[in-house]
């Protein structure tokens, strides 16, 4: 097998698939796996994104494993590593983006390295050290409430240097406007005032192109996933349809929809409009227990049996706010979310055995269920559909093939992406 060229660390699912993303459109071929891998790379890629759950957990433990996860990419012959955070820079004062930092610096025996969420695209701009989430400085974007990583400062040199042992200093517009020769300068003189890691401001994908080329000798980038559009380059890697490009398709075509975002239920809405077959999922009748789950997940499967031949059948749970308000109040939220993911995920398990071969499934936590029933542990990125959701394959058990899937995150994609996706490979 091939070396493969970046070796990222993700410290959450969905955030491992935007920067997989975003290398794919950059022109790199990449696989994201799930966990650190044990067993071999089951595509030659140029980079392999390794998605951990590590954005809230202890620091101590986010550090092991991510420290695991760049062993194992340098075992592959990464020649630079990239720690992938979120955009709004979550995190608390003890951690995890510091802490993590440290590890990996120290683990690869650095002394300097950049920080910066920006992605312009996505309408996350660093100026002055500043974040801004669109318009609004990110203390008041609504990340000051979330409920585990609350951001109260905008000042990402002020945040990240609570969270280190580093020097935190900054790179400016002004120097970044400037160009490559300008950023290595500034560096060079960060470096010897004792900085250790930089936060970079970037207002533009111009911005993070010129940043790019100025860090392709640095082992370690720590950033969002925007700043991956700027590396492939380094690479000597362009865009090219090649990166994207998956096995063939095989098999039958199924949605399984647990997510009830506004997006998913006007994309469940416009499928049924169409005329098109969807099994409604009853969240009342699994209360019951297991054997209820069983005969749900069976009734499901006969429905969806009779129309599977004919095209793709819908699957969902999806409800508008007020039905699933009542079902909530009638079940509890966390139960009646967990017996519905492991319904869904007991669904899409034997969608897989009765031949579906491209699956589509909707909802951030819902797919994790059923990439977990289904066995995955590796997805090779393929093409965009909506911003932000490609194709993928893999491998499951449960089936010869590699099996195509898109997991869409509840409030992306546009109304009729339940139908467009299928005709995005055909
Ligand atoms: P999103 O990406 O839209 O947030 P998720 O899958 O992450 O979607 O979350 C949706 C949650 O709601 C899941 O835990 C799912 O099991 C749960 N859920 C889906 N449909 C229903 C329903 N009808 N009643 C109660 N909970 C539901």
């Known amino acids: 097998m091939k070396k493969i060229l970046l070796g990222c660390i993700a410290d959450d699912f969905t955030g491992a698939t935007d920067l997989a993303n975003n290398l794919v459109r950059a022109g790199m071929r990449v696989v994201q796996t799930i966990g650190v891998p044990t067993q071999p790379l089951q595509a030659e890629v140029d980079a392999v994104v390794v998605s951990l759950k590590s954005r809230t957990i202890a620091p101590a433990q986010a550090c092991v494993q991510s420290v695991a996860a760049l062993q194992w990419l340098k075992a592959q012959g990464a020649q630079q590593i990239y720690f992938k955070y979120c955009s709004t820079f979550d995190s608390t004062p003890k951690g995890n983006i510091g802490p993590v930092t440290d590890a990996l610096m120290a683990a690869l025996h650095t002394d300097f390295t950049i920080a910066t969420p920006a992605f312009p695209d996505a309408g996350r701009t660093v100026f002055k050290g500043y974040l801004f989430v669109g318009a609004v400085l990110l203390h008041e974007s ?251 394959a893999g491998n499951t058990a449960l089936s010869d093939n590699a099996l195509h899937i898109t997991l869409k995150s509840g409030n992306f994609g546009t109304p009729d992406f339940f139908t467009k996706a299928f005709h995005f490979i055909a």
């Open 142 to 392: 609504g990340m000051q409430d979330h409920p585990l990583t609350p951001m109260t400062d905008p000042n990402l040199v002020r945040v990240l240097a609570a969270q280190t042992r580093h020097e935190v200093g900054l790179i400016d517009h002004i120097v970044v406007a400037q160009g490559e020769a300008a950023i290595r300068a500034r560096i060079a003189a960060l470096r010897a005032e004792g900085v250790a890691i930089a936060v970079v401001d970037a207002v533009s994908n111009a911005d993070l192109l010129r940043l790019g080329a100025a860090l392709s000798d640095m082992p370690l980038v720590t950033a969002g996933s925007g700043v991956a559009i700027g590396l492939p380059a380094n690479f000597g890697i362009a865009p090219n349809a090649q990166a994207s490009r998956l096995p063939p398709t095989t098999g039958l075509q199924a949605i399984v929809s647990g997510s009830c975002s506004r997006a998913t239920n006007g994309q469940v809405a416009a499928f049924r409009a169409a005329g098109l077959p969807a099994v409604a999922l009853d969240p009342l009748r699994l209360k019951q227990g297991a054997q209820a789950v069983d005969q749900v997940v069976n009734d499901t499967l006969a429905l969806c049996q009779t129309h599977l031949a004919e095209g793709p059948v819908l699957v969902y749970s999806t409800a508008e706010p007020e039905a699933l308000k009542s079902i909530q109040d009638q079940l509890g939220v966390q139960a009646a979310g967990q017996l519905v993911e492991h319904t869904l995920a007991g669904i899409a398990v034997g969608l897989v055995r009765l031949g579906v071969g491209q699956l589509i499934v909707a909802g951030g936590e819902t797919s994790g269920a059923v990439v977990q029933a289904l066995g995955m542990t590796q997805l090779q990125i393929g093409a965009q559909i909506d911003p932000g959701v490609p194709w993928c």
